[in-house]
């Protein structure tokens, strides 16, 4: 009898330890979609459109970035006197890079269609995250520079798995790492985000971005412009 009171008691801890996970994971999601504007704002970004600079090994490059969620992202490229673009939507993608010796629009492979299906929901993939089919696991904290940050293992539908830093103090996503596909070489691939603010209409960005290409700082962010679906398209 005592032997089976002590196991009541592990599967009692057990069950709740799970239940006081799985409410820090919502916690913590809460608590930065609040900082984003809350879940109301957030549900009514529905396009989005970015200038800014990326320097990239000593040499500036001009961009604009437009996306209407969950349906495409287009990025324009202005570098050393030609212009490109990248597109990709959820289920085709094409580059066309000048300046890279590309004479017209290549179509995407399917592991790249699929890398940049993660940024097409403008609204984030934490709000709503259980709806959306994406399961969270809190692996602990770890500093991000000199901040103290949450660390969040986010599995989403597809499978494509991303592990999301969030400042414990500022409830911002400062760091996120993804597995791409690079020459052929699967890479863990970081991105640093910073300088968040506020857009004209109150919407929250990160003003300053790291990636694994160099740093975009953008001068200006616009929402829910108008967008024509046709832009999604290779030229």
Same mark, same amino acid.
């Not at 057990?14 to 809460?30: F, G, M, P, Y």
């Given at each position: 009898m005592k032997q089976f009171k002590l196991g009541l008691l592990a599967l009692t801890a057990l069950v709740s330890v799970h239940t006081t996970k799985a409410q820090t994971v919502d916690?913590?999601?809460n608590r930065n979609i609040a900082a984003m504007g809350g879940k109301e704002k957030l549900e009514t970004l529905k396009t989005v459109r970015m200038?800014?600079?990326l320097n990239t090994q000593g040499t500036d490059v001009n961009l604009v970035i437009t996306r209407a969620t969950l349906i495409g992202q287009r990025i324009d490229i202005s570098v050393m006197g030609m212009d490109g673009y990248q597109i990709n939507t959820p289920t085709a993608g094409w580059n066309y890079m000048p300046f890279m010796g590309q004479t017209s629009p290549e179509a995407m492979k399917d592991d790249q269609i699929k890398?940049? *299906?993660?940024?097409?929901d403008l609204q984030g993939n934490l709000l709503n995250y259980k709806d959306k089919g994406t399961t969270l696991e809190l692996l602990g904290k770890e500093k991000v520079d000199t901040a103290d940050c949450y660390k969040l293992k986010a599995t989403l539908k597809g499978g494509k798995v991303i592990t999301y830093f969030i400042d414990t103090q500022l409830?911002?996503?400062?760091k996120t790492v993804n597995t791409q596909n690079l020459n052929g070489e699967e890479k863990e691939v970081a991105s640093i985000f910073s300088n968040y603010k506020?857009?004209?209409d109150g919407y929250i960005f990160p003003w300053t971005?790291?990636?694994i290409q160099g740093q975009i700082d953008f001068s200006k962010i616009e929402a829910n412009v108008p967008v024509d679906a046709k832009?999604? *398209?290779s030229n």
């Amino acid at each position: 009898m005592k032997q089976f009171k002590l196991g009541l008691l592990a599967l009692t801890a057990l069950v709740s330890v799970h239940t006081t996970k799985a409410q820090t994971v919502d916690e913590i999601v809460n608590r930065n979609i609040a900082a984003m504007g809350g879940k109301e704002k957030l549900e009514t970004l529905k396009t989005v459109r970015m200038e800014g600079l990326l320097n990239t090994q000593g040499t500036d490059v001009n961009l604009v970035i437009t996306r209407a969620t969950l349906i495409g992202q287009r990025i324009d490229i202005s570098v050393m006197g030609m212009d490109g673009y990248q597109i990709n939507t959820p289920t085709a993608g094409w580059n066309y890079m000048p300046f890279m010796g590309q004479t017209s629009p290549e179509a995407m492979k399917d592991d790249q269609i699929k890398a940049g *299906t993660a940024v097409l929901d403008l609204q984030g993939n934490l709000l709503n995250y259980k709806d959306k089919g994406t399961t969270l696991e809190l692996l602990g904290k770890e500093k991000v520079d000199t901040a103290d940050c949450y660390k969040l293992k986010a599995t989403l539908k597809g499978g494509k798995v991303i592990t999301y830093f969030i400042d414990t103090q500022l409830n911002y996503v400062v760091k996120t790492v993804n597995t791409q596909n690079l020459n052929g070489e699967e890479k863990e691939v970081a991105s640093i985000f910073s300088n968040y603010k506020p857009t004209a209409d109150g919407y929250i960005f990160p003003w300053t971005n790291i990636t694994i290409q160099g740093q975009i700082d953008f001068s200006k962010i616009e929402a829910n412009v108008p967008v024509d679906a046709k832009i999604f *398209t290779s030229n």
